[in-house]
Structure formats: structure tokens, C-alpha cells
């Protein structure tokens, strides 16, 4: 029986505020038979969940597809919810129909700005009148009557700063950090409410508690604040509609009042201090407290940056709960949470009023024991609680976060309960794709440590580390990790904004700031020559949307973001005389590389030969973009363009005996990833590479621009077990040494905890940071072999190509791609026998490659030779095994070796 199953619109379950003209839907296609692709699909569209009225119907439509299916014959309205249903038709060994999918809906928002009638509101600017209130968070309110019966209500809000939605003393929606970090001068999200549950006959109160977020709290290293403005305000407007057909419109505006709230201070570096004795009863208007209550002030702000929200919001993800307590030798109480985490600490507490407890909060305890904040540097993550003395109270924050593993109380009264502590595990809600396991615990636990790198660096914005001050949206570290993280979780939404505000803060000339969104342009001054546009850094402009079109198959992204991928190639070609070569400007080198000079972060690595060959990759990957959209004069000219690039760098470094000029394990690798050298010279790079590991006793010496692409390099030119060894090396430098210390999460440094458990530095040495944990690409793809094809993309064709080696006896991948979950496992048996376990979703296929399997009357499929077995498109027998081409379905192959 074939079932359609995941209907999603944009990615997205059932979203609210959908924007967009022509929306796309995509599904999956699920049957017990082999082989099954579908033939034919039918879309229906109604106002109703019924489908009693069909607002438009597709009828059968002969297509294969199944992913981004644009609706683009509906002109839909705003604020309206349109239900939707798919069925199919497959052919596996018959043609067969599925019955019609659940139902779906999408729901359109405001759909222009025009429509935002509600004015910007805010605390009068006389507010605070004590250097102390000048921090503290206002609270705004109003009040409506409902007399009739509500049909459907929605809120539609955002903000500048953060805000935080209640209704009658209870929180709205499990949104936080609302409404995201963008490039607030030029773009602003907005978020839809569905409160039609809460709108009852009667008086109800609105509240919105506002903070600093990112908008004008402090961000940055050099604590700057007011960053994008100096005044936090909320925009506001609930749409009510009646039984009646009647509609109530509420707005923000100058009928609000403002008061202070509790939170005297809510930083997202620096935690938050909260005097509940302050609490107001703010959702009744006869309290007791309601002299507090003043005008709100509207002022003016652009309503034409305000978009949709196109990635999922901040979500509570999972509760940890501490392992223990410790005492530490200088007397502190600490929590330990067990796993390096980003979120915040519910608690409970009691005590008298204005009794004040503390919690700070950092990821190690130092060689002695003690606890450690020097890495956090001068980010405080202090959370300062005064109770108001009314039994047991329970808190956690407001508008900000903390990256911690343990936490130092003060003020809580012995014997410390765990039971009264929670961690609260919060980043963008992503959904989790990828899975991996292998026959070595210490590859499990660098698998886990990646997962939980992205988890805490990918709130809202990819971060580069999310304890110290700093917590910005480095392009470099984005771009390495692009492809490890579309593995582990669905970041194609969470990408899409962040791309949407690199295009926004692209420079008119094309060059692309450090970190997105960008700050102050002299917060980057001190660089160099230019405050933006670092080769490796700048090309996440171009790496990442092709990367997502691979992982996805989304075109309209590819589309979206072509002018911007050929905005910064044009800004390298215009920026020196040698319009091939890229040797002008500053760049972070193979940043934190192990062969860097005394006192330097910069690898040895010469910098115009990183700068050039990304500048080669970039064009090749705009020449592919090219392609893919159909632009053939784009991608004639990129072709030529290339070449020119490629033949430009082997002038400038390539000898005339064929090596390449700089000797170092990061040259050689990006010369062989990025195609750059070939025949004799690519035999004697490849050579070159295997003798600087080996020179090194088969360890790494790159930083942030090799480490990603070492191992499918050595993968590729066939030194296999070399990338093992490098893989399983459990001394300094190497990805399991961070194991040995007990690290939860990736680190910055590959000694940031040394041998002795001193540090490497206090200054920069976070430990949770992703960029390292790029060796996941190489887990999945390698190591399983699970492999996109640029030609397919999305993985509607699969390449299975598993790569065992010494050290390991299975892994297991398993990867949900956009067609469904793909698998491929492998099981080398002590008697020389080989197991290979694929699954291939519906309506892709695949082709498996059977490592060490040298003849097809050897191979048995589920028992049965694999001549005979169901599914199987072709069997080629090629010098390095067999290569099998697979419909979808289960399939089970074992072999001698």
C-alpha cells in the first residue's frame, strides 16, 4: 500500500504566517514494495478542512515530483488559512493509487507591510529616573472586552529589541528571543499567534515584557551597545473575527500603558537580575498597583524592512537535569550539568524577601578543580534572583542565554536538591536528520559532541561560540560547517534567513562582512585593509546556498541568492591589478592552524594561496549554480572564468617540477578539494600530503580552512586508512584527544585543555565551537557514504558509497533527506565477510557501491543472489567492485571479502 506521508508547506508542519505568492509543498512517499517512484500526483486547495469546497484542484498531474511543488495557481489572501492534500500514484511492480494524505494547512500572514496598522510603541523616554531603572525591562499592556463569540483571533507582532507576549499572567507561545536577529535596518521578522483558544467572552489582559536582545544590548567583544538603535518598542495588532462574520482590530498605540517590570536588567552576555518583591498584578486594572501605570510613547520606525519569519523560531528543546554537586577547593558550590549545554537554569527556591541568591555560570573547572570564567572573558552570565518571600518560587530568565556546563550557586541554602534545577536546552528548532553510530564509543561521543555544537550555536543565527562575549554569526565558521550540519539537522529554513541578512549586508561593491548579521563598521576596524571580505570567510556567499540546493534540491533558494553569489565573485575579480589571482586585502589565513608562527592565530599557510584557490572554488560553484538555473551565457562565461583562475594560480604557485609551492598539509588540501591541480602535479600533492602527516606521525597540523575537507581529500585519493588513523588518534592534536578530557562539545582549540589540564589560553579558548566538528561531513559521507548528486539534488538519486577501514568493525547512518530516511550501514565480520545494509526512500534511487565485493555471483541480497532480487535497476562491475543501482525499499547485501 503506498501512503503520502510528511506533508509540509516551506519545509514547515502547519506554519502561521506564510508570505510567500506561491508557496511550495512537499511530501513523502512511504510503501512496503521495492522500486516505487511516483507517476502522477494529485493537489488539492480549500478554505475547509472538509474539502466540502475546493478552491483549486491540480487533478492528475503525470510528475515524478514530490519536493517544492509550487502552488502557483492561487492567488492567496492574507491572513487566511488554506488547507491542503496530496495523493499519488506509484509504480513499483504495478501501478498503484494511495488514498489521500492527511490533512495540512498553511496559513498566509499580513502578506505586505502595508497592512501593519498598529503603531510602534514604548516606555515613555522619562521612564527610568534612577541609574538603575535606566537597565530595567518595561512591561506595556492594554486591555480588550470580547462580547461575541470568536470565530478565530491571531496576533501578529514583532519588535525592536526582544519581546516577550502575555496574556491575562500567562505567557503566549513557546517562541523565544522573538523576533530574531537579523539585519535590523534593512530586514525585521515578524511572528503570528493563534489565540482564538484564550479569547473567551470577557476583559483579557495583553502584556509585552521588552528587552535589549541583540537590538540594543551589548554585543560583541568590544561592548559596544546600541548597536541598530536605542530604544526598545513593540508593534502589536490582534485580528479577531466573529462568529458573526463580524472583525475587531486591536493595535498598538498610544491607549497602552507602560510600567517597569521585575527584570532590572536582562542582558543576553550577561545574564539577568530579577527582584520579584517588584512583581506587579499588571493583568488587572483595579490592582492596587495601577498608580505605576503610565502612557506609552509611539514613535516612528520603518514598517516597509518587516518580512515574514522564514526560519523556525527558539524553542525549549530538552530538560538536563545536574549530575551532581561539587565543592570545589576554593569553597564554591557548583552544579554540574554532565553535558556542555546553551539555554538556561529553571529553579526553585525559598527564602525570605529580598533574600538574593545567584547563579554564574561556565563550561570547565580549571586544573585545580575550581570554577573557571576566564575563557567567557568579560561576558558575565550571572543570573541574580531576590525572592519576594511567598514559599517556594520557581524563575528562569527572560532575554537571555548562557553556554555552561556548570554552575556556581550563591545564596541557596544547604543541602543543595538537584531535583530543584533544571537546564533548559534551547536553540532554533531545527529538525534532527541525522544519525550516526560505529563500533568506537570515543567516534560516538565526537558524533554527540558535534550534534550538540550545532545545538548551541545555532540560536537563531550560526554562531561561532555561545558563552563569551562575542556569540556573532562568523561567515568562516558557517560555511565550514554548512554541509555537516544539513546532515545532522533540516537547516534549510534556518540558512534561507540567515542568507536573506548576508545579502542584506552585502556591500553595494559585492564584499561580504566577517559575521552576519553585521555590527558597526568600526567594530571590524583593526583589521587590515578591509573590515569585511576574508577569503574562506566572505565565500559562505557562495558555499552555503549551493550546499543547501545539493542537501535540498531548493532551486528558489539557489535563484534568491545568485546575484549574491555573483556580486562577491565580481568583488574579487575587481579588487587588484591580477584580476586571476587574489592577493590584495586581509584575510584570516587557515586561521588557528598548527603550524602558525609564535604569537600568531594564522597558519603557515600562505594567504594569497587560500585567498586564490577559494576564489577558483567560488566561481566553479557559481559556474554550477549557473547550470543548475538554466543561465548557459552565465555559465559559459564562468567556465572560461575559471580556467583563467586555475591557470593563474599553477603560474603563481606551482614549480616547474610540478609541486606546489607552500609545503603544508592545509596547501595540499585545498588544492586537491578544489580541483586545482592535476595529473602529475595532483599524484604529487596527494604524495606531498602523506608525507607531511606522516612527518608529523600521522597528525594534523590545519586550522579552520584545511581541517573540513582533510579527510575526504585523503578518502578520495585513495589513502583511506590514512584518514582513519587520523580519525582514531586519541593523543594532541586530534578530534578524540578532546575526548580523553571529557569534552560534551567541540573546541576551538585542539589543546584548549592541555595534557597537564592547564589551559591554552584564557583569552580565546571557547569549548563549544562547531568549526572542528566539519569531520562529520566525513562520518556520514565517507564513512557511511552517504553522498547527495548535484545532477539529482535533494537526494532524489543517492550515492551509497561506505568506506570501511582499520579501526572500526560497523557504522550506521541514518540521514532523513527530503524524499525520506536513507541508511547505510556496514558489518565487516571476523571471517572476512561483508554486510551492507541500504535503505532507499520512495520515489529516489540510488547507487551503492559494494566495498571489496569483486564478483556478483558472490553477492546474496536478503538470501538470495543478487541477480535475481527485486529492485535491482543494474549491476555494473568496475575495476574498484561492484556498483549496484537500487530503486527504493530495504535491501540487505552480504559478501566475502
Known amino acids: 500500500m503506498v501512503q503520502v506521508v510528511k506533508v509540509r508547506c516551506e519545509y514547515l508542519k502547519n506554519p502561521l504566517g506564510i508570505d510567500v505568492l506561491h508557496p511550495r509543498i512537499s511530501w513523502q512517499i512511504e510503501a512496503e514494495e521495492r522500486g516505487i517512484q511516483q507517476q502522477a500526483y494529485q493537489l488539492q486547495v480549500s478554505l475547509e478542512p472538509e474539502f466540502g469546497h475546493i478552491l483549486w484542484d491540480s487533478g492528475r498531474n503525470a510528475s515524478s515530483q514530490s519536493v517544492h511543488v509550487v502552488l502557483d495557481q492561487i492567488e492567496l489572501q492574507a491572513r487566511t488559512r488554506y488547507f491542503y492534500r496530496v495523493k499519488v500514484w506509484a509504480i513499483g511492480q504495478h501501478l498503484e493509487g494511495s488514498d489521500w494524505s492527511e490533512t495540512a494547512y498553511f496559513e498566509t500572514g499580513l502578506m505586505d507591510y502595508s497592512q501593519w496598522t498598529a503603531e510602534w510603541i514604548s516606555a515613555p523616554s522619562d521612564f527610568a529616573v534612577t541609574e538603575e531603572e535606566a537597565e530595567r525591562c518595561p512591561l506595556l499592556r492594554t486591555f480588550v472586552t470580547v462580547e461575541k463569540t470568536v470565530k478565530s483571533a491571531r496576533i501578529y507582532a514583532t519588535a525592536l529589541g526582544m519581546y516577550e507576549l502575555q496574556w491575562n499572567g500567562k505567557r503566549i507561545g513557546d517562541h523565544y528571543f522573538t523576533p530574531g536577529w537579523t539585519s535590523y535596518g534593512k530586514r525585521l521578522q515578524y511572528q503570528v499567534y ?153 529553579f526553585e527556591v525559598e527564602g525570605a524577601a529580598g533574600h538574593v541568591v545567584e547563579l554564574q555560570h561556565a563550561e570547565v573547572l580549571d586544573q585545580a578543580g575550581n570554577f573557571y570564567m576566564d575563557n567567557i572573558r568579560k561576558a558575565k552570565q550571572l543570573i541574580q534572583y531576590m525572592l519576594k518571600g511567598d514559599g517556594t518560587e520557581t524563575f528562569e530568565p527572560h532575554f537571555t542565554f548562557q553556554g555552561f556546563r556548570y554552575v556556581k550557586l550563591t545564596g541557596f541554602k544547604a543541602p543543595i536538591k538537584l531535583e530543584a534545577f533544571s537546564g ?29 555544537g550545532q545545538k548551541g550555536n545555532f540560536v537563531d543565527v550560526p554562531t561561532d561560540c555561545p558563552q563569551r562575549d562575542e556569540r556573532l554569526g562568523w561567515t568562516g565558521d558557517a560555511q565550514m560547517f554548512i554541509r555537516t550540519s544539513s546532515y545532522v539537522m533540516n537547516v534549510a529554513p534556518f540558512f534561507t534567513k540567515w542568507l536573506l541578512d548576508l545579502k542584506a549586508d552585502q556591500t553595494p561593491e559585492g564584499g561580504i562582512p566577517f559575521y552576519i548579521p553585521n555590527l558597526k563598521p568600526e567594530f571590524s576596524e583593526g583589521w587590515g585593509d578591509t573590515s569585511h571580505s576574508s577569503a574562506a570567510w566572505g565565500d559562505a556567499a557562495v558555499i552555503c546556498p549551493w550546499t543547501l540546493y545539493e542537501a535540498y534540491g531548493d532551486t528558489r533558494l539557489l535563484e534568491a541568492q545568485y546575484e549574491s553569489m555573483n556580486l562577491w565573485i565580481q568583488y574579487i575579480y575587481n579588487q587588484g591589478s591580477e584580476p586571476y589571482l587574489w592577493n590584495t586585502g586581509f584575510h584570516f589565513g587557515d586561521w588557528l592552524g598548527l603550524d602558525s608562527k609564535p604569537n600568531s592565530y594564522i597558519g603557515a599557510t600562505d594567504k594569497d594561496f587560500v585567498a586564490t584557490a577559494y576564489y577558483a572554488y567560488s566561481v566553479s560553484l557559481v559556474a554550477k ?103 582514531l588518534q586519541e593523543d594532541y592534536p586530534s578530534w578524540l584527544y578532546q575526548i580523553t578530557k571529557g569534552a560534551t562539545t567541540i573546541w576551538e582549540h585542539w589543546d584548549g585543555i592541555k595534557e597537564d589540564g592547564s589551559f591554552w589560553s584564557a583569552d580565546m579558548n571557547s569549548f563549544n565551537h562547531y568549526a572542528y566538528g566539519a569531520i562529520g561531513e566525513w562520518l556520514y559521507s565517507y564513512v557511511a557514504g552517504i553522498q547527495p548528486d548535484e545532477e539529482q539534488p535533494g537526494f532524489k538519486h543517492v550515492k551509497i558509497s561506505p568506506q570501511p577501514g582499520s579501526g572500526l568493525t560497523w557504522a550506521e547512518a541514518k540521514l532523513t533527506t527530503m524524499y525520506g530516511t536513507v541508511v547505510s550501514s556496514w558489518r565487516c565480520e571476523e571471517a572476512g565477510r561483508m554486510e551492507i545494509r541500504v535503505t532507499v526512500p520512495g520515489n529516489a534511487r540510488a547507487t551503492v557501491k559494494l566495498p571489496g565485493a569483486k564478483a556478483v555471483v558472490d553477492v546474496l541480497e536478503n538470501g538470495i543472489s543478487l541477480l535475481q532480487a527485486a529492485g535491482i535497476i543494474a549491476i555494473h562491475d568496475e575495476a574498484e567492485g561492484l556498483k549496484v543501482e537500487l530503486g527504493s525499499g530495504d535491501y540487505h547485501f552480504a559478501y566475502p571479502l
Open 424 to 452: 533548559i536546552v534551547l536553540h532554533s528548532d531545527m529538525e534532527r536528520t541525522g544519525f550516526f553510530e560505529c563500533s568506537d564509543a570515543k567516534v560516538n561521543q565526537l558524533h554527540h559532541n558535534i550534534v550538540w
Open 625 to 727: 549554480a549557473a547550470k543548475a538555473l538554466g543561465k548557459q551565457e552565465d555559465l559559459e562565461r564562468l567556465a572560461v572564468w575559471h580556467e583563467r583562475i586555475i591557470t593563474a594560480f599553477q603560474h603563481e604557485f606551482l614549480t616547474p617540477a610540478g609541486r606546489l609551492s607552500v609545503p603544508t598539509q592545509t596547501a595540499q588540501v585545498l588544492a586537491l578539494r578544489f580541483g586545482l591541480v592535476s595529473g602529475a602535479a595532483k599524484e604529487k600533492a596527494e604524495e606531498k600530503l602523506v608525507q607531511l602527516l606522516k612527518e608529523e606521525n600521522d597528525h594534523l597540523t590545519t586550522g579552520f580552512v584545511g581541517t573540513p575537507y582533510l579527510n575526504p581529500v585523503l578518502s578520495e585519493a585513495g589513502h583511506n586508512e590514512l584518514a582513519y588513523r587520523l580519525l
Open 194 to 346: 493563534d489565540v482564538t483558544d484564550q479569547l473567551g467572552v470577557g476583559t483579557h489582559a495583553i502584556g509585552a515584557l521588552l528587552g535589549n536582545g541583540w537590538y540594543k544590548g551589548e554585543l560583541g567583544w568590544k561592548q559596544e551597545k546600541e548597536t541598530y538603535g536605542s530604544r526598545a518598542a513593540l508593534l502589536f495588532q490582534l485580528h479577531i473575527r466573529y462568529e458573526d462574520g463580524t472583525e475587531d482590530v486591536v493595535v498598538s498605540g498610544n491607549d497602552w500603558q507602560a510600567a517597569g517590570s521585575a527584570i532590572l536588567m536582562s542582558e543576553m552576555y550577561h545574564g539577568e537580575r530579577y527582584d520579584a518583591r517588584l512583581e506587579l498584578n499588571w493583568h488587572s486594572e483595579q490592582s492596587a498597583d495601577s498608580n505605576v501605570w503610565q502612557p506609552v510613547e509611539t514613535i516612528t520606525h520603518s514598517k516597509s524592512i518587516i518580512t515574514q519569519q522564514v526560519n523556525e523560531p527558539v524553542r525549549p528543546a530538552e530538560t538536563l537535569k545536574p549530575i551532581a554537586v561539587i565543592q570545589t577547593p576554593e569553597g564554591d558550590t557548583v552544579l554540574d550539568f554532565g553535558q556542555n549545554m546553551v539555554g538556561w537554569v529553571k
